[in-house]
């Protein structure tokens, strides 16, 4: 029998209520490990990663850094030039911006195989990502059956729900 104007299964947007209720954001990856976020009203807030915050405090509390980098730690965008970490924790502690946009669409891609209605699914770029970049990650997505995409590319507005923060570390002198 062949389903007519229904979707049984769905991939619900989870950014905002997985922020609220403190749990996993569905099939997306951190969006990073230290971030600034804004309420329709404007009102700013900061979220860390609990278990990041918690391997840097085993760090501290380790004395195998210093106040400074402790701070510089907790800001981090991303970990995975640091030396400051083993490759196990490289590894648990990917966000958006280390992978590229087209295994990002890999992972969308998957998951609407089984999926009624599109995917919900954030693809991050650099705000480096040029126009052909874009239209790449379109076409490509469209290639693996994609029902939709959504592309933010990082810093393409003046005002952003979630951004990293202002004094974001790349944590390349690590």
């Not at 210093?66 to 648990?92: C, H, P, Y």
């Not at 609407?112 to 954030?122: E, M, N, P, V």
Request: proline share 2%; net charge neutral; with cysteine.
């Amino acid at each position: 029998m062949k389903l007519r104007n229904v979707s049984i299964t769905t991939v619900a947007p989870t950014g905002t209520t997985s922020i609220i209720a403190n749990t996993s954001a569905g099939i997306e990856p951190l969006f990073a490990l230290s971030y600034a976020g804004k309420t329709m009203e404007g009102r700013e807030y900061t979220i860390t990663n609990p278990d990041f915050e918690h391997e840097i405090n085993l760090l501290k509390e380790n004395s195998k850094v210093d106040d400074a980098t402790f701070r510089k730690l907790l800001n981090a965008s991303s970990i995975k030039n640091s030396d400051a970490f083993n490759d196990e924790l490289k590894r648990v502690f990917v966000t958006s911006m280390d992978i590229h946009y087209k295994w990002h669409i890999k992972i969308q891609a998957e998951f609407q195989k089984y999926i009624d209605s599109a995917i919900s699914k954030t693809i991050n770029m650099h705000n480096s990502a040029t126009q052909t970049d874009i239209a790449d990650a379109l076409f490509y997505a469209h290639e693996l059956k994609c029902k939709g995409l959504t592309i933010y590319r990082d810093r393409s507005r003046e005002d952003q729900v979630l951004e990293l923060k202002k004094t974001q570390t790349k944590l390349d002198s690590f």
